[in-house]
């Protein structure tokens, strides 16, 4: 037997080493979600997989074929519709009733709109009806995976209210995306704000009420999937005025919602809400709301 020169199998062996590595793999891994919210993890069979059946190789299961009618598209519009019981304390008065949340939300490439509304109907030391209504509006456009630009625009009515019955808040900025991961995000964003507000019984002896007060704004969005059943969402927008130092604003809220169900259909959740704002008399509102939801 005859043994190759030791130049012409090392010159073999590397041919075959990059012939190797310059092949490329038809294989690879991939994660589904199905609708009833299991998560299937294995590497894809390409030759075998088609638009309505992906085939993969599971470690311990082995071969599996996934319809794609089983697979969950995450949506690009769903609206969130909370429904509940509320007990509000503004300044000395208590009061108790019921209330409704809307949460739209419309998510594309790199655009992504977000609409918010509420409306509180409550009985104040058993005697007085009060309205509360808000509307909010967000557009945000990412520019990358961490870097944004937002347009908000908010408006408030509380009956409550003797000075700033009615309250405006609009912004342009920046924003960042702090945390992005499959459990938890953190959004912040600031920039310049106009502020409005206006009405009340009292409106007349405060000189700023009615008139349009420049500023500045700064949010944070939080939410953390603590499990599948058990969701933290946490909001802070704090506005402060450039024109009169005196004036500044702060709205917090935060829910804890629990899923009953896999499919999140139907939810739960306690909403605790302070809104501190020196334009106001009273200038501090706390609610506390059990709510129903549901998510389409």
Not at 134 to 142: L, P, W
Not at 254 to 270: G, W
Not at 276 to 282: N, R
Request: glycine share 8%; charged share 20%.
């Amino acid at each position: 037997m005859h043994k190759l020169p030791a130049i012409l199998s090392s010159t073999i062996i590397s041919l075959c080493s990059s012939f190797v590595i310059s092949t490329p793999l038809r294989a690879n891994e991939v994660s589904y979600k199905l609708v009833n919210g299991d998560v299937i993890t294995g590497i894809l069979i390409n030759e075998l997989s088609t638009d309505k059946l992906k085939v993969i190789n599971h470690p311990e299961l082995g071969r599996i074929n996934i319809k794609t009618s089983s697979i969950y598209v995450e949506p690009k519009l769903k609206t969130q519709l909370d429904l509940g019981l509320n007990g509000t304390s503004t300044g000395s008065d208590n009061s108790f009733g019921y209330e409704i949340f809307t949460k739209t939300l419309y998510k594309g490439e790199v655009n992504e709109l977000d609409i918010g509304t509420s409306l509180q109907r409550k009985t104040s030391n058993g005697k007085n009806s009060v309205d509360n209504f808000s509307i909010d509006v967000r557009f945000d456009r990412f520019l990358s995976n961490e870097f944004g630009v937002f347009l908000y625009s908010d408006f408030q009515y509380n009956s409550l209210n003797i000075i700033g019955k009615n309250e405006s808040l609009s912004a342009i900025g920046v924003s960042r995306s702090i945390l992005n991961t499959d459990k938890q995000s953190l959004l912040l964003s600031t920039g310049p704000s106009f502020n409005w507000y206006g009405g009340g019984a009292n409106c007349y002896i405060d000189p700023e009420c009615g008139k349009l007060l420049t500023g500045a704004i700064l949010t944070a969005e939080y939410e953390w999937q603590i499990s599948e059943k058990l969701k933290l969402e946490i909001e802070d927008i704090f506005s402060k005025g450039l024109t009169n130092d005196g004036i500044s604003s702060n709205n917090f809220s935060t829910n804890f919602r629990f899923y009953p169900f896999s499919q999140k259909d139907l939810n739960m959740a306690l909403r605790y809400e302070i809104n501190y704002d020196t334009q106001s008399d009273p200038n501090t509102d706390t609610s506390y709301s059990f709510l129903l939801g549901t998510e389409f």
